[in-house]
Structures are given as C-alpha cells and as structure tokens.
C-alpha cells in the first residue's frame, strides 16, 4: 500500500536516463610526510596547480552529462514531512521494547542505556561512579595516560560530576526523567555544548574567538541532557570532517579497538572509538560524507543518517547531526528523544513523526547489483548471507534497482563538500585570507583545491542532485517502504600507514571508494543507517574487521531504518556463527565503576 505520508519540497517522481554503471580508476597523487608539505604549499603557491589538482579530482565531469539541461537545480534537498491535518505536533514516544536490557549471556553484549537505568534504579551503581570511573579512563593530561584518552578531546569534570550528581539525586528520590537519565554520551567536537569549546578537530588557538566555550547547547543534544543524558567530553574528530579514515596528527588518531592497526573511521572518529571500546552505549556525531554511519561500520556499531534537517538545521545542504550507539535500541532512544520539535526552528520544527512500520508492512529491499558488487570479495561474502537471511527468514522481498549516473553523482558531492568547507572555514576565522593558517597540511591542500569550484559548478551539481532525487522519488514510489541495501564500505578496513601521525595523509582514492555508497542520502537528504552484520579477518594487527550493511530510506524514514537495524542485530546475535565480536581490550564500565571509590 502506498504511504499517505505528505510531504514539503518532495521532488517530481521522474525515472531518470538508462546509464550503465562504469566505476572509473581515479588518479589522484598520493601524499604523505614530505609529499604532502611540498604538496600542500605549491598548490596554495601557484592557482594553476590548484586547478590542475581539481580537474583532475573529476569534480568537473558532470558537465558532460547531456540530459542535466532538462533539470531545475536543487541547492538544498529539503524534502519535510509534514504533520497530517487535525494532529497536534509532538515528539516520539520512547516505547517500552527499546528498554528491555539484552539477556546477560549474549555473546559480545555491550551495555546500554537499559542496562545502566536499571543499575541506578536498584540502587546497586549511582551515576557518580561510574562519571568518576569513565573520568578516569577518559580525561587528557594523566600520568600515565588514560587508556582510552584517545577518543576524548575534552573532558570537563567539574561539569560531568555535577550532572552526575544531581542525576544520583533523581534516582534516589525514585523520579528520574528517562531511561537515559544518568547514562554517560559522548559528543562530537564540532557541536556546541554549554561550557565546551568546539575545536573541529583543530588545534586550540586562544587568540581566535571561535575557540571561546559555547554559552548555549544545540537543540539535539540539549535534549538528551534534558532527558538526564550526561555529556562526558567531546570526541575527537578528523580536522574540519574533510575525511573518513579518522586520522588527526594534532589530537592523535582514536583507536578502533577492534583491531589498533587499523583507523577508526570519520570524521565521527572518536564516537567510533569510543563506542567499540565500551566507554558510552551513545555518541552523537555528524555526517556530511558518512562521518556517522563509516565509523560505525569501521568500529562495529549502529550508525544513522537523519533526513537532512531532521535533527538540527544547520548551514549546510548535507550535514546532519545523528546519533551513533552500541546497540539499535539505544541508536532508537537517542533518535527519539534527540529529535524533538524545535518551536525556534522553523524548518526542523516542522517535521511530522517518523511512523515505525506495522507488523504486516511490506518489507523490499533494493539491490542496484553493479554498485553493490563493487566491494570486496570479504565484504559481499558478509553481507550476502545477511541479505540472504532478510529474504528467506524475514520476508523481505528483493527487487533489482538501477540508478544513473552514480559515478559523476558521487564526484558532485565530493566537489559540493569541499566547496562548503572552505566557506566554513572561511566564516570560522577573523580574516578569511588566513583561513588555512591553523589547518594541517591535508586541509591546507583540500581547501585550497576546493575553493576552485565556481558558482556554475555549483549549478552542475544542484542539477545533478535533482536528477538522482526525482530518479529516487520514482523508486519509493514503485516500491513503497523500499530499502535500498549496500555495504556501508566497500572494505571492511584502513590500514594504518606508519608515520601518518605526525603530518596525516592525503590519497583521495581511497577517500573516494570508502565514500562509494554512503554519499548518496547525503546528496539527496535521505535518511540511511549503518549496523554491523558480520566480521572478516584483518590482513595486520590483531582482531576482527566489523562489516557494515547499509540501508537508505525515503525521506522522512526513519522509523522504518531503526526497525531494519533491529533485524540486522537480531540476525547478528542469533544468526552469525559465534555472533558478535568484543575487542580484547573493551572496557567493562560497570564493573569498574562499582570499584571505583
């Protein structure tokens, strides 16, 4: 049955031109240690390098493509959907079945937000101890240093403990304000929060005043403190979240205690670690480029993707803030309560609830084959038998898919992305002619070959984003409740290069096929999330390499994504052969909070 769902900004249902997929060898130059500061100063030194450099990145393929004359531009995929008539706008019920704690015996079992409310509860942990075990283990500037500092750029003790403490008074009163009430989040360091600066990933410069601690909280995760959430620090993220492998010379790259030898993923790179390590059941993170949902598929947990605007309305056509979890039940939770209606945000504001599909929903998945295949024999391997399992187990019917131009779409929101940043960056310092000066070398590079794309390129782009919109509209409306399913990487892992720690690398190859899936509900606005299916063998280090599915909605999805999530983690814990993975060195928070004096 068709949705009856309405919607602002939904584009034409439009099937779009027959385009075979021909994935093409990409030739940009690798740079790392000395390459890359001879790189990044002649391509800030010489404009005709710099748009040698963007030319040959293919930014500008898409003014080949003949049919984009027949589309409007979309400059910003804004797609809302609307409150039906005659209903008083609300926000989303955090239902009973999001906490029910996971049985104790479950391989692999993380704690959740459940777990810790129940804990509190019963008296048997407060959440002072574990504030003062997390802080512990967490905060910078120890001797010796904390474990797990890397995934923390800042944490604010006397902030934790106060929250902390009047959460412990709530609770033993008998009237906390959720199931998040004293459970421990980590937040990505670009999002303000009252009292913390937001470094994105930079190194502190005192004499800027962006670098001043924020007065105010932004609206999703004041909700979640609103809830009794308690931030404990802001996470470590890639400089700027111009990339995805997570690696960031100034703060140090955080460990993807999966497998150390292999990067965590961006830019939400701290929230992956983090979450991998056990440290919180919830990070809230970011995703221009799959900064939420490529750690979460790296590191081994849930990762969603909101429709653009859904959660906060920021400056940007792609960016989102999302939540990021060890489970589905909490990625759940902080969605629900993450994404209340803003009054002062006329956009995210008027966004109707995602409705969970009913139990006799029609359940399609879509499978563009040629795209889907391009991954990894290891990866397909994975992620078939998962597939496998939704068509054969839990009904869900799978149909073949086409998309156009899915190579010169992904070269557009790459252009777009980097052409965004360098405005940012731009409105981020006292005088814009020194943006770069606080940057490390692979941003100086970045930005500078991003600030070559002009307004028509802008316009080629918009173009394209319209086409693959109504193309998508066209498919959600022949198939209703259509998934589309891919990895969320065509890799399940990133080698670690020796050395990069002291100047980073670029190598936009790899960018680029790390990207090859995930930019799509960015440029589109879609809602997508990640959740891990299965593990592969890591080629160095020790431990096992996550495998992430991928899943992308109509806009306004979510809902329907959460409940796929929840398949994929029934699947992985009752299903997979040993089911799920915990690194060596995760650590169990509540057994140490309950030594900790």
């Known amino acids: 049955m068709a949705s009856t769902q309405r919607f602002s900004g939904y584009p034409l249902p439009r099937e779009g031109p027959k385009t075979q997929y021909t994935p093409t060898v990409d030739k940009n130059p690798v740079l790392r240690g000395w390459s890359l500061i001879i790189g990044a100063k002649l391509v800030n030194y010489s404009s005709a390098i710099a748009q040698a450099t963007w030319t040959n990145a293919k930014f500008g393929c898409v003014k080949d493509i003949p049919e984009l004359h027949q589309y409007d531009w979309r400059l910003q995929p804004i797609v809302t959907p609307l409150v039906p008539d005659g209903v008083v706008q609300s926000k989303a019920e955090v239902t009973p079945e999001l906490c029910q704690r996971q049985p104790k015996d479950l391989a692999g079992r993380f704690h959740s937000a459940a777990d810790y409310h129940e804990l509190f509860k019963s008296g048997k942990l407060t959440p002072v101890e574990v504030a003062k075990a997390l802080l512990r283990i967490i905060t910078r500037g120890q001797n010796p240093r904390a474990k797990y500092e890397s995934a923390f750029a800042v944490t604010k003790a006397d902030l934790v403990l106060a929250a902390a403490k009047k959460s412990t008074e709530r609770y033993a009163a008998g009237q906390p304000l959720s199931v998040l009430d004293g459970v421990p989040i980590g937040v990505k360091d670009d999002m303000d929060v009252e009292g913390y600066t937001s470094h994105m990933g930079q190194r502190f410069d005192p004499s800027n005043p962006f670098f001043e601690p924020a007065t105010k909280t932004i609206w999703p995760i004041a909700q979640l403190e609103a809830a009794g959430a308690i931030v404990v620090g802001k996470l470590v993220m890639h400089e700027l979240g111009s990339d995805v492998s997570g690696c960031n010379p100034h703060w140090g790259t955080p460990v993807n205690w999966n497998n150390p030898a292999y990067y965590p993923g961006g830019s939400s790179s701290g929230g992956g670690s983090a979450l991998s390590a056990g440290l919180v059941p919830i990070a809230i993170g970011t995703d221009a480029g799959g900064s939420i949902r490529i750690p979460a598929s ?222 799509l509900a ?43 999530a ?32």
């Open 522 to 564: 960015n440029a589109t606005g879609c809602p997508a999330v990640s959740a891990p299916v299965g593990y592969v063998d890591a080629e160095v280090g020790e431990g096992k390499l996550p495998v992430g599915l991928m899943a992308m909605g109509e806009w306004g999805a979510e809902e329907q994504l959460l409940a796929w």
């Open 298 to 519: 790296f590191c081994g947990a849930y990762g969603l993707k909101p429709t653009l605007h859904r959660a906060h309305t920021m400056k940007s056509s792609i960016c989102v803030v999302g939540p990021m979890a060890a489970t589905a039940s909490d990625l759940a939770i902080a969605y629900r309560i993450m994404t209340a209606p803003n009054p002062d945000d006329p956009i995210q504001g008027s966004f109707g609830l995602s409705i969970p599909p009913t139990p006799t929903t029609k359940k399609t998945i879509g499978l563009c084959r040629n795209w889907f295949d391009q991954s990894s024999h290891d990866v397909l391997e994975v992620t078939w038998k998962a597939i496998y399992y939704f068509a054969t187990t839990l009904g869900y019917e799978l149909v073949d898919i086409d998309i156009p131009y899915l190579v010169e779409g992904q070269y557009a929101h790459s252009g777009w992305a980097l052409t965004e940043g360098v405005d940012h960056q731009r409105s981020r310092v006292l005088d814009p002619a020194k943006a770069l000066s606080n940057l490390n070398y692979c941003n100086q590079l970045l930005m500078t070959v991003g600030a070559c794309s002009s307004g028509v390129d802008m316009i080629k782009w918009g173009q394209v984003r319209g086409l693959l919109m109504e193309h998508l509209a066209f498919l959600f409306k022949k198939h209703p409740n259509l998934l589309i399913v891919t990895p969320t990487v065509p890799d399940a892992g990133w080698k670690i290069h020796p050395g990069d720690e002291a100047y980073g690398f670029s190598d936009g190859n790899a960018t680029i096929r790390y990207m090859m899936y995930i930019w």
């Open 566 to 597: 929840k398949d994929t983690e029934t699947y992985l814990n009752t299903v997979y052969e040993g089911g799920r993975f915990r690194p060596k060195d995760w650590a169990d928070v509540v057994e140490i909070a309950k030594s900790t004096e």
